[in-house]
């Protein structure tokens, strides 16, 4: 059993891990709905009332537009891939922190989560660790959209611009490319 001050402490953790999780959710679906305009050449104009504000929708989107791009390479079709699918996962993440129920603050924050697929509520133990390993996963997907764009961009013969620049040159000051280029994930 803990003390009132240890679980105080230990909420206000949690908290914590919960707010930089959701920041670092909102930078990457901002970057990601951003570079999809950028590689459709879609004004920024248009952006907020063309470009979906649904995560996984916006993953298929950029799959399926990036993917045409790509498809002459494999390893970028594969890297693709790959980069969607941890998108999906961190979404995933995302859903259980904000539609579920957290408790158990003092055992390192646990949520029940009842699925739309199964009606069936389930606890996800330690989410204060899994939303700071996901924040940080977080930051390597944001470093990995941008790199991806640029390919995109390239192949496409697109000049970068002026929102996938300043993503990159932040990217950049935080060391986000070198981070992501250590992974051996991708």
């Not at 930089?20 to 970057?31: D, T």
């Not at 459709?40 to 950029?62: G, N």
């Amino acid at each position: 059993m803990i003390d009132d001050e240890e679980y105080r402490r230990r909420t206000e953790e949690a908290e914590r891990a919960i707010g930089k999780f959701i920041l670092q959710f909102a930078g990457v679906e901002l970057a990601l709905q951003y570079v999809l305009c950028e590689v459709t050449e879609l004004s920024l104009h248009w952006a907020k009332p063309v470009v979906t504000h649904d995560f996984a929708l916006l993953c298929t989107a950029i799959e399926t537009v990036f993917g045409e791009i790509l498809e002459d390479d494999p390893d970028d079709r594969a890297r693709l891939k790959k980069f969607i699918k941890r998108a999906r996962a961190f979404n995933d993440v995302r859903v259980k922190t904000v539609h579920g129920f957290w408790y158990g603050f003092g055992f390192g924050g646990i949520v029940a989560h009842t699925s739309r697929q199964t009606l069936r509520p389930k606890d996800m133990e330690g989410m204060v660790k899994i939303l700071a390993d996901q924040t940080q996963a977080g930051r390597e997907l944001f470093a990995e959209a941008l790199e991806l764009t640029e390919k995109c961009q390239k192949r496409l013969g697109i000049e970068w611009g002026a929102v996938s620049q300043a993503f990159s040159d932040r990217a950049e000051r935080l060391g986000l490319f070198k981070s992501v280029r250590q992974n051996k994930n991708f």
